[in-house]
């Protein structure tokens, strides 16, 4: 299946996927350009965007898993981030956290936290309307994964 017809699909945990990996490169992206203002209270939440974008990473690219040295315990805690409901109360997590640098001063982390509230939305309305997980073939989903062991 390609990109396309994986979208075609009008399956919102796809959607979800796809904004979750755009949102791991906006939470770094403004997790190291905000943590240049200085500011005590941003540094924190800089600190957080930052291991998000990482966390993100191995919840949206289960291939990884398989192939990065990582401890159990950690793959563990992954793995049980796998429904869409688990993966959209992750995603709200992350983007409350990241509302909440707000009380810091304004910043571009506010980008950070929009974009992982969508994501948290799609997942969300693909747990609604009834859909099942379906992991992009293109981030290592579907198969690939066991193709490799």
């Known amino acids: 299946m390609t990109l396309k017809e994986e ?3 009008r399956n919102f945990s796809i959607y979800g996927q796809w904004f979750g990996i755009l949102s791991m490169f906006i939470c770094l992206a403004t997790g190291i350009s905000t943590i240049f203002t ?3 209270l941003l540094i924190v939440f800089c600190a957080i965007a930052i291991a998000s974008s990482f966390l993100i990473l191995f919840i949206e690219v289960p ?3 398989r192939i990065c040295p990582t401890s159990g315990k950690f793959d563990d805690f992954v793995r049980k981030i796998s429904t869409n409901y688990m993966r959209a109360a992750a995603y709200g997590i992350m983007s409350t956290a990241q509302f909440m640098s707000l009380f810091g001063g304004r910043s571009s982390l506010i980008a950070a936290a929009v974009f992982l509230l969508i994501t ?3 997942y969300v309305l693909a747990g ?4 099942d997980f379906i992991g992009s073939k293109t981030l290592g989903g579907a198969g690939v994964a066991q193709m490799i062991v």
């Open 38 to 40: 200085f500011v005590p």
């Open 120 to 122: 948290a939305l799609c």
């Open 128 to 131: 609604l309307k009834g859909q």
């Open 63 to 65: 291939l990884l898993l």
């Open 7 to 9: 979208f075609q699909t």
